[in-house]
Each structure stands twice: as C-alpha cells, then as structure tokens.
C-alpha cells in the first residue's frame, strides 16, 4: 500500500469498571467508520465493559489500496491494537463478514499467537450469508451491484436521523459507491460469495446474531440461516428495523447485547482462558 492514512486504528471508547473487565471491540461495515456505534455507545454508560471501536480501511473515508490484503487480515490488525486482546467482538454488516472470514482461517490454521485473538464470544449485526453457492444466481449479482447506491443511501438515512432530504442522500450515495470503487465492491461480494465454504461447525464461540426484520441489504433469511449453521448461536430479528440495529433500535440493542455478553463471557478467576 501507498503511504497515507493509517489502514487501522483503535479507540477506547469506555473504559470499563473493576480490575480486569472484559473487552469488547466493535468493527463498522463498508462505508462506514466507529460512529455508527455513537448511539449504541450512549446506551452503555452503565455498562462495566471496556469498549473500543476500530477504524477500517473500508471506512467512509477509504484508505487507498486496501483490498490489496483481504478483509480477514484488517480484521486481525484491529484485534491486535487492543491491549490484550478483545474478549467479545461485535460486528456489522460487512465488518461481521471480515470478522467469520478471520474465524474461519483461524479454525484451520492456528498458533498459540492466533489463540490470543480468538473471541470468547461474538456479536454479528447484519451479516450477509447463504448456506449453498446455488444461492447465488445472477440475479442476486445483478442486485446488491445495481442497487448498491439505494443501499447506500439507506444508510445515510438511518445515520442522519432522516435529516437529508431523499435527493440529496441518493447523490451522496453516488458518491460513495464511486469512491467505494469497483475493487471495493468486488471485495464485498466476493467475501459474500464465499461464505458457503465457511467452516462455521469449527466457531465454537457463543454467537448472537441480530438482524432487522425490514433489511433489504443483509435479509433477515441470511440471519437465520447463519444461525442454524453455526453451533452455539442464536438470531434476534428486530420488527420495524432495517440494516443499522444498533441505531434504529439502540435501546433494545444495548439490552440484547449487554445481556449476551453477560451470561456467555463472564470474566473468570482468570483472564481469557486462551490466554
């Protein structure tokens, strides 16, 4: 890669409470970038977690030349930047693929070094996936590159709270998707088209999946069927939401997740028993 910005960088964003509290990161999607988690964040400020967020090269502002590693490896660069390690990784959208894509080499190829990084338990927003590679067809090609701007443009909606009127949001998404670029989509669909040949029996980790019941990005069906392919997992789908749960329904959200994290990954005598 050319010299530029930094690839990626982690943020605390909650410092937690006690000795030694467990670790969450979050990853944002394509497109996107840490904020999106600021209202998840402002329903956590009772939270004894210790919270970081993680900038990606696939944010908004996109680093150049980043799909010449995969998105599994920027995944790895974020996990390392937290000291010590995160307990919990919660993910969305695209961010969720990367982080299963990560899961899945860790899976086969492991060192003590990779045990480190292995979550204690996962948190999948929005995950794209298809259980057989049938599932993809043409069509579904045709869909996510031809609507990609609307898709888009649905994001900017939820993330400006409605404020930006329907014309200047679509223009906005034009730009995004030019700036997103060919190779950037290709990176997104090709991680898509391969998690059929996930090996999702080997992610041992408690999972919880939340999905968006009016998701026309990631649909609801991708959701449930993660869900039955994974070993200890389980779907949330939330009513009257679409593909930003941790903003539509930010409250509900924090409940879901602070709960799972809770009784899935509690901190025990010692620290990650990976570790």
């Not at 979050?26 to 939270?47: F, I, K």
């Not at 995160?86 to 990367?98: I, K, L, R």
């Not at 404020?163 to 669909?189: C, H, N, T």
């Amino acid at each position: 890669m050319s010299e530029g910005p930094e690839p990626v960088s982690v943020r605390l964003r909650r410092p937690g409470r006690g000795a030694d509290p467990l670790r969450v990161l979050l990853l944002h999607g394509l497109a996107g970038g840490a904020n999106v988690w600021d209202a998840h964040l402002e329903h956590t400020t009772g939270s004894p977690l210790e919270i970081w967020t993680a900038e990606l090269p696939w944010r908004a502002e996109e680093v150049p030349g980043w799909t010449g590693h995969s998105p599994a490896h920027w995944t790895e660069q974020a996990m390392r930047r937290v000291p010590g390690g995160p307990d919990v990784v919660m993910a969305h959208s695209f961010g969720a693929n990367a982080l299963l894509a990560l899961l899945d080499a860790q899976s086969v190829l492991s060192t003590p070094e990779d045990d480190l990084l292995r979550p204690r338990a996962v948190v999948l927003v929005s995950p794209f996936y298809r259980p057989r590679p049938e599932a993809f067809d043409w069509d579904a090609i045709a869909y996510y590159l031809n609507d990609f701007d609307r898709i888009l443009a649905d994001g900017l909606r939820v993330r400006s709270g409605g404020r930006l009127p329907a014309g200047l949001r679509q223009e906005m998404a034009r730009k995004v998707r030019d700036r997103i670029g060919p190779y950037g989509w290709v990176s997104f669909f090709d991680t898509y088209l391969r998690t059929p040949a996930l090996r999702t029996d080997r992610m041992t980790m408690p999972c919880l999946i939340i999905g968006g019941a009016e998701d026309f990005a990631s649909f609801p069906v991708d959701s449930e069927a993660l869900r039955s392919a994974l070993p200890y997992a389980k779907a949330e789908i939330l009513p009257d939401c679409g593909h930003f749960a941790m903003v539509e329904q930010a409250a509900e959200f924090a409940v879901l997740t602070e709960e799972f994290i809770q009784s899935v990954a509690p901190r025990p005598l010692r620290s990650h028993p990976n570790r």
